[in-house]
């Protein structure tokens, strides 16, 4: 059980928009700034989204994302089919002293 | 160009220990914080521990007590000393380079396998 709580799937046709929810609490999301991570099958993570909705360089602006309260949206404009892959948010939790991720989400184009 | 370079795992039996490395080259290890997060086989991303530039540590609840981070500014190198390993610390370990606001590089991973 995450302490971040994501849905396991989404879906969508190509050219489409998808979002993805990360929920949490005031220890975590609340209080502290989220990022999120794209992860192709057999490769390690990359960080696609840092501090709530910043991108870093080389990441197209097709992907965006924001934080409300103690919960944050990635979002995905224009899917394309290199966009299948499972992303993650993250943060660290105040209360743990720790950091956190969600369990991750299935992107599939359709 | 940043790379970090992980190495160290392999098969190990429960109870044993391991030491896995990360070589970075690109970044100064010493000035930047340096995590470890693994992936068991099939799950999801699972934060392990950070090291602060100043020398703080923090840890996962799962593997406080077993687990040590720590540094070598002579080799630019992280490592992570795992004791009491368990078949439950199976997994790929990643080091990754900055705060949980953003890991912003990342290694290719090592595979750790904790089976009789």
């Known amino acids: 059980q995450s302490v971040l709580t994501q849905p396991p799937s989404v879906s969508a046709a190509p050219g489409q928009r998808v979002t993805i929810s990360c929920s949490g609490s005031?220890?975590?999301?609340?209080?502290?700034?989220v990022s999120w991570y794209q992860q192709l099958p057999g490769t390690a993570p990359k960080l696609l989204i840092y501090?709530?909705?910043k991108r870093p360089s080389g990441i197209p602006d097709r992907f965006s994302g924001s934080k409300s309260g103690t919960s944050a949206t990635l979002g995905i404009t224009g899917l394309q089919t290199g966009d299948e892959a499972d992303y993650y948010c993250?943060?660290?939790?105040?209360?743990?002293?720790?950091?956190?991720f969600g369990g991750g989400t299935k992107v599939t184009v359709l | 160009e940043v790379q970090l370079v992980e190495s160290g795992g392999g098969l190990v039996q429960p109870g044993g220990s391991l030491r896995l490395s990360c070589a970075a080259s690109?970044?100064?290890?010493?000035?930047?914080?340096m995590n470890w997060v693994r992936q068991a086989p099939g799950k999801g991303l699972d934060w392990v521990s950070v090291?602060?530039?100043?020398?703080?540590?923090y840890y996962a609840d799962s593997v406080k007590g077993r687990f040590t981070i720590s540094r070598d500014n002579s080799k630019n190198t992280l490592y992570l000393q795992m004791n009491s390993l368990r078949v439950e610390d199976t997994a790929i370990y990643f080091c990754?380079?900055?705060?949980?606001?953003?890991?912003?590089?990342w290694g290719q991973g090592t595979l750790v396998t904790v089976s009789s």
């Open positions: 990754a380079r900055g705060t949980m606001a953003g890991l912003g590089y």
């Open positions: 690109g970044l100064i290890v010493s000035s930047n914080y």
């Open positions: 090291i602060y530039t100043g020398g703080s540590t």
């Open positions: 005031s220890s975590n999301i609340g209080n502290n700034y």
């Open positions: 501090d709530n909705d």
């Open positions: 993250g943060t660290w939790d105040s209360s743990l002293s720790a950091g956190v």
